[in-house]
């Protein structure tokens, strides 16, 4: 079993529908029904939401997706071991 090297941190409450995640990042990203960015696949944590993740790709398409995010709500972290 491969373990997760990195983290994808999403604040959704703070979201503000733009979809730039989405178009960058389809694979991970999409728009739910009330038009907020949805981290595919990912769990609730506090008040987060977050998907392990274990490949430089997956590292790299996520940062993307971080990087053009305008209120700065997605984070992409090295896991701790």
Not at 36 to 49: I, P, Q
Not at 62 to 81: F, G, L, R, T, W
């Amino acid at each position: 079993m491969v373990m997760a090297k990195y983290k994808v941190l999403h604040f959704k409450k703070d979201c503000i529908s733009c979809g730039a995640c989405a178009a960058i990042a389809p694979e991970y990203w999409e728009m739910d029904e009330e038009g907020m960015a949805d981290l595919k696949g990912s769990k609730k944590v506090d008040d987060h939401y977050e998907l392990d993740i274990d490949s430089e790709e997956a590292k790299a398409i996520n940062q993307e997706a971080a990087d053009v995010c305008p209120v700065n709500i997605i984070h992409v972290k090295e896991k701790k071991s």
